[in-house]
């Protein structure tokens, strides 16, 4: 069964002060991994989609990169804006669907 | 604006009844999800409609169903209402294997 856990499920950074978000997953053939960004009360929005191991994406202070196991959001210098849930999913051979892991609650304190 | 349209936004009602939840895609996305997100689940597959017709079925109640219309837009209509289906409920629209794209959701809150 295809499965994503993310990793830690809070985390608070002064602004700043770099870090990264987890994501592993277990999947039956990987087509595509994708990162959303989601503000309180909010849908879900669109980061990233990464398809194979070794492939990086970068948008402003944000940074995907993926291997075989697992994704990393990799975040530069945060700013209180960038204070949201991140959430990781994957979709897999055969569906169109995608599998959600429960979410990074990001807090940047100025 | 992402171009998915949900309505309403909010939803009050109560154990029991029965509401609609409508969603229109962004222009010229064939593919209709649903997602349910609760406090301590997650975002959930519920179903997938591709250009009118079921595509996949996640863990999706008995009491509730879905459609896709020929304009592409689709209802999920969920039935005999439970506290527990007090949620979140997003639709997303998607062409092709990039973007899925997500509306704003509808808050239901059942009393």
């Known amino acids: 069964e295809d499965q994503v856990t993310q990793s830690p499920e809070a985390l608070r950074l002064q602004e700043g002060e770099s870090s990264s978000l987890n994501c592993s997953y277990t999947?039956?053939?990987?087509?595509?991994l994708f990162w959303y960004r989601q503000d309180p009360g909010k849908g879900p929005e669109f980061l990233f989609t990464?398809?194979?191991a070794g492939e990086e994406k970068e948008k402003e202070r944000l940074k995907a990169t993926l291997t075989k196991k697992e994704s990393f959001l990799h975040i530069t210098a945060p700013k209180p804006e960038d204070s949201a849930t991140y959430l990781c999913?994957?979709?897999?051979?055969?569906?169109?669907?995608?599998?959600f892991g429960t979410g990074t609650r990001l807090q940047v304190f100025p | 604006d992402s171009g998915v349209t949900q309505t309403p936004k909010h939803l009050i009602t109560a154990t029991g009844q029965r509401v609609t939840l409508r969603c229109s895609p962004r222009?010229?996305?064939?593919?209709v999800y649903w997602y349910q997100q609760s406090l301590d689940q997650g975002l959930q597959f519920l179903i997938q409609?591709?250009?009118?017709?079921?595509?996949a079925k996640g863990n999706i109640l008995e009491r509730f169903s879905a459609q896709q219309f020929p304009d592409l837009h689709s209802e999920l209509n969920l039935s005999s209402l439970e506290l527990g289906d007090s949620a979140l409920y997003f639709c997303?629209?998607?062409?092709?294997?990039?973007?899925?794209?997500f509306g704003s959701g509808t808050r239901l809150t059942v009393v």
């Open positions: 222009s010229g996305d064939l593919s």
């Open positions: 990464l398809y194979s």
């Open positions: 997303a629209s998607s062409v092709g294997r990039d973007g899925y794209t």
């Open positions: 409609y591709y250009n009118g017709e079921e595509r």
């Open positions: 999913a994957v979709r897999g051979w055969g569906t169109d669907k995608l599998i």
């Open positions: 999947v039956s053939g990987l087509r595509g």
